[in-house]
């Protein structure tokens, strides 16, 4: 008995039975699994695209590939596959059916329910049209066609949160330098303020443009009464009342000039309008750089913001899930070849092997 066992496995007439088992469960058993399948491509609504990166005809920017990539990872998760349980109860579509990976998995156990949900999912991103095909297989034309219709909803879902999670964030920095923009121009201002009360001077630089126009009609006068009296000692006598009085107006006015020339310049940092106009030019100087910071972050928090609130990003169905009529599996001819393929092949591995080992022995 023990030796006809073994005639027989080492007869080919296995390979045949193996290969008859094949094709009745394939063609007779075997749950028919048909298949929905999704075309999509994702595009940015932001104006400012490279537009040197465009893909033809669709407009696909070069970023929508790290964008699909992210997806197709996305769609293989196991957060993918708690929304589709929790969205339209996946597992009962796959529960009680005929399939043989089904007989080597328990999809109450996580870890094999997202295998074999993984091994329902087919996704190839296409390198020349920047596209991403998701094909997805059920046990029933509807199921397939559900499946991918939520897998599109959440896609579309996913890809927005992307994008408005990363404008978020840039709200939010942007947001904090706003807020030390409008610290450092308050402060400035402040600043400012406190210099021109302790000075008691709106606008030194003013002020010293307008003692410098001061100084300078002095010495207009001067000059004129110096020619003026230089006529007159010409023909009058020094100490005549008109010459007499013309220099005590000469005088005067020199005296004048010195004060108007103290007041603008001196070595004394106290409060001459020189140094005062230079703190003053400082001061104004920071107040300009602040004010154009505080523009600028106000301008980016208000970019920011609007971004925050729209749609950067939109997924493009470049062609919907439909209801399949023909099932892609089992394929009969197809699948018991391979079968028949396969154990051939193994057997002529133990056939070589046994024949080897029988040699030997003798």
């Given amino acids: 008995m023990k030796k006809r066992i073994i005639k ?9 039975l193996l290969s008859l088992i094949s094709l009745i469960y394939f063609a007779l058993l075997a749950s028919p699994r048909y298949e929905s399948t999704a075309i999509l491509g994702v595009k940015s609504t932001s104006t400012s695209t490279d537009t040197s990166s465009l893909i033809p005809i669709i407009g696909l920017t070069s970023s929508s590939k790290e964008d699909l990539m992210y997806l197709k990872e996305y769609i293989n998760s196991y ?14 579509m796959y529960k009680g059916k005929i399939d043989y990976e089904l007989l080597l998995k328990d999809l109450d156990i996580k870890e094999d329910f997202l295998k074999y949900y993984q091994s329902r999912i087919k996704i190839v991103y296409d390198d020349l049209t920047g596209l991403l095909s998701v094909s997805v297989s ?3 034309p509807e199921d397939a066609k559900k499946i991918a219709d939520t897998i ?12 408005h999670k990363i404008a978020r964030e840039q709200m939010s920095f942007a947001k904090e330098e706003l807020e030390k923009a409008s610290l450092e121009l308050s402060n400035i201002q402040k600043e400012i303020n406190e210099f021109q009360n302790s000075n008691s001077m709106l606008d030194p630089i003013t002020q010293a443009k307008t003692q410098s ?10 000059i004129a009464k110096e020619v003026e009296l230089a006529t007159l000692n010409s023909y009058l006598n020094a100490n005549t009342p008109q010459v007499k009085a013309l220099k005590s107006e000469i005088k005067a006015l020199k005296s004048q000039l010195k004060k108007e020339s103290d ?54 169905i470049i062609s919907s899930p439909i209801l399949s009529e023909i099932a892609v599996y089992p394929n009969v001819i197809y699948d018991v070849f391979s079968v028949f393929f396969i154990l051939t092949l193994i057997f002529g591995i133990i056939k070589f092997t046994y024949s080897i080992v029988e040699e030997h022995r003798y």
């Fill in 213 to 222: 126009a001061i100084k300078t009609q002095i010495e207009e006068k001067i």
């Fill in 8 to 16: 027989f496995i080492t007869s080919f007439k296995i390979i045949l």
């Fill in 138 to 140: 059920a046990f029933n």
């Fill in 263 to 316: 007041k603008l310049t001196s070595k004394d940092k106290n409060d001459k309008l020189n140094y005062l106009a230079i703190d003053f030019s400082n001061l104004s100087f920071k107040l300009k750089f602040a004010e154009d910071a505080y523009k600028l972050a106000l301008a980016s928090y208000e970019k920011s913001r609007l971004e925050a609130n729209k749609k950067l990003k939109q997924v493009i």
């Fill in 152 to 163: 599109l909803k959440e896609s579309e879902n996913f890809i927005n949160e992307i994008s």
């Fill in 79 to 92: 957060d993918m596959l708690i929304i589709l349980q929790k969205d339209i109860d996946i597992k009962s």
